[in-house]
Every structure is written in structure tokens, then in C-alpha cells.
């Protein structure tokens, strides 16, 4: 059974850094093109930033040069470095295995973590 669980949310002020942990169980993360996506309140879920099973990123434009994405294959764990946070950052943050190419999502959404920016 696939299980994505992520933590590492909270309440930081504006400017600040958090780095958010997907932790996986019953896949091996490593073969997989694997994505962070957020939702707002109100907002439809976006795509944050994506890795490929080769180590490409790629990246939201409203969060390039701010937030790096990375894997701990030894771990079987995703990571997003979040830097110099915005209010309007602010969202549950969620993982999941993502379709090469256009990195589609296609697994079940778990409980996300919050992430909320304010001063």
C-alpha cells in the first residue's frame, strides 16, 4: 500500500525558511517523478516544484529562486526547501507521485501539511 505522509509545516513570519519532509512507504520514490503542490484557501491545488526520477526540477514561477526541491533516495524521501516566505505562500502543502512530462499528480491526496506565513 502507497503511503505519502508530509510534514515539516507551521507558522513562520515573512522572510522566513521551512523545509517540508514527504516520507514514503510501499513505493520506491527514486524511479518516480515526484511533486510538491499546494492549496490555498478558496484556490484550486497547484504544482509547487517537481523532481524527475533523474534529478531535473522544475519549478512555479511565483516560487523559483525561493523554494528548492530535492530526494534522499537512501531516506525514500522528498524534501522542499522553502526560503524567504511569503504571506502568500501560505497553503497545505502536499506530495505526490507525479506524471513525467506535465507532472500530473495520480495519487491520492494525503492530510498535507499547513504551511502559513504571517507576521
Known amino acids: 500500500q502507497v503511503q505519502l505522509v508530509e510534514s515539516g509545516g507551521g507558522l513562520v513570519q515573512p522572510g522566513g525558511s521551512l523545509r517540508l519532509s514527504c516520507a514514503a512507504s510501499g513505493i520506491i520514490l527514486s524511479i518516480y517523478t515526484m511533486g510538491w503542490y499546494r492549496q490555498a484557501p478558496g484556490k484550486q491545488r497547484e504544482l509547487v516544484a517537481a523532481?524527475?526520477?533523474?534529478?531535473?526540477?522544475n519549478y512555479a514561477d511565483s516560487v523559483k529562486g525561493r523554494f528548492t526541491i530535492s530526494r534522499d533516495n537512501a531516506k525514500n524521501t522528498v524534501y522542499l526547501q522553502m526560503n524567504s516566505l511569503k504571506p502568500e505562500d501560505t497553503a497545505v502543502y502536499y506530495c505526490?507521485?507525479?506524471?513525467?512530462?506535465?507532472?500530473?499528480?495520480?495519487?491520492?491526496w494525503g492530510q498535507g501539511t499547513q504551511v502559513t506565513v504571517s507576521s
Open positions: 523532481i524527475t526520477s533523474i534529478g531535473i526540477t
Open positions: 505526490s507521485r507525479a506524471r513525467s512530462g506535465d507532472y500530473v499528480p495520480f495519487d491520492s
